[in-house]
């Protein structure tokens, strides 16, 4: 009998990782992958194939991944795919978990089977020389396609070119073109622009514009004659002042250097001035040291003459008196000194006063020389 198959939903594998991931221990990929089969019955062919052989669990791989089966087998766990096969070249090894029991993991392997040779395969010899002759009379056509299609691809690549510098010079020429006649329309405006300058120079004059030419000279020689006389007006009207102006100048000069020496003269007189008012403190400071001085002696000649002091009456005696009139007058002469010495005072600021007088004389000359 015959069984036909058929998937009518669509082929989806079990979650599994990409066998890019297995490729480190020597597996190719899964088998689903390396089918080759049309688009329009993969789903129907590998769909079938799920069902009855799990063909999106079986691997294949060189006999290398023989080696690394353990690893193989523990990361598509973690992954968890529990059951599994590697097809290899010399084995093919199927990866099973117990249903009972502690449910462990194990794996049996099996040697592919050797070719029995039941049958033989056969060719007509006349049908394959009609092959081979019609295989070596469309490679040489195929060969003689290909030379004629490099020698015209290479005749593209010049058409190309020449058309890509024809299009270059099709372009020069049209700017050229514009160019030209661009310079045509500036040569009518050039032309006419000349014509009318022609006519300008010919119609010039020139002994007119020498006459005319002579006539403004004249003018303007008139002109600067009278500017000449004007200024020499200006000079002789100017001559007095420039005259005044210097004798001010000189007269302010003077002044100044009077200004200057009075300047010295008067700090001359400020240091005098300054060493008076010196002397009139020491003098004062001496007269009242004077003065005490004299109190003090009369008190002391009262207490060792107490006979020369007057009575109540005012009057002493006439012994008392004739004693008095033989000592000296030494009070009237403290009394002549201090008044030396007063005199002296008032000098020293009758100076002060004749220095301040001269500063403001001085301050007004600074005025004058600054106007």
Not at 88 to 108: C, D, F, L
Not at 201 to 220: H, I, N, S
Not at 231 to 245: D, G, H, S, T, V
Not at 351 to 358: G, K, N, Q, Y
Request: hydrophobic fraction near 35%; proline fraction near 2%.
């Amino acid at each position: 009998g015959l069984n036909v198959y058929r998937h009518t939903g669509t082929f989806a594998p079990i979650a599994r990782p990409d066998s890019k991931e297995l490729k480190k221990w020597g597996v190719t990929g899964w088998l689903d992958e390396a089918l080759h089969v049309p688009l329009d019955k993969r789903n129907n062919v590998l769909g079938c194939l799920k069902d009855m052989a799990s063909i999106d669990r079986m691997l294949l791989g060189t006999d290398a991944a023989a080696q690394h089966f353990e690893e193989i087998q523990t990361f598509l766990r973690g992954k968890g795919i529990q059951s599994f096969r590697l097809y290899m070249p010399s084995r093919t090894i199927a990866a099973e978990v117990s249903q009972y029991g502690q449910k462990n993991a194990g794996s049996v392997s099996s040697i592919p089977k050797q070719e029995r040779k039941l049958f033989d395969n056969t060719v007509d010899s006349k049908k394959k020389a009609e092959l081979e002759a019609a295989k070596k009379e469309a490679e040489g056509a195929l060969k003689a396609h290909a030379k004629e299609l490099s020698q015209l691809q290479t005749r593209k690549g010049q058409a190309e070119e020449e058309l890509t510098q024809a299009k270059q010079r099709k372009e020069d020429f049209a700017f050229r073109k514009r160019r030209i006649s661009s310079l045509d329309a500036q040569l009518v405006v050039k032309g006419k622009k000349l014509s009318d300058e022609q006519r300008k120079v010919d119609a010039f004059d020139v002994d007119a514009k020498k006459a005319e030419y002579k006539g403004q000279l004249g003018q303007l020689m008139g002109q600067q004659l009278g500017k000449t006389a004007e200024m020499a007006q200006l000079i002789a009207q100017l001559a007095p002042k420039q005259a005044a102006k210097s004798a001010a100048m000189i007269a302010v000069k003077v002044a100044a250097e009077a200004l200057e020496a009075a300047k010295e003269r008067n700090q001359e007189l400020r240091r005098q001035s300054e060493e008076a008012e010196r002397q009139k403190d020491a003098l004062k400071t001496q007269a009242h040291a004077l003065a005490n001085q004299g109190d003090a002696m009369q008190q002391q000649a009262r207490a060792e003459a107490p006979e020369l002091e007057a009575g109540p009456d005012g009057q002493r005696s006439a012994e008392a008196e004739a004693i008095w009139r033989a000592y000296p007058d030494d009070e009237a002469s403290l009394e002549g000194e201090i008044d030396s010495l007063q005199e002296e005072t008032d000098g020293a600021n009758a100076d002060s006063s004749s220095m301040r007088d001269f500063e403001r004389r001085g301050r007004a000359v600074e005025g004058m020389g600054g106007r």
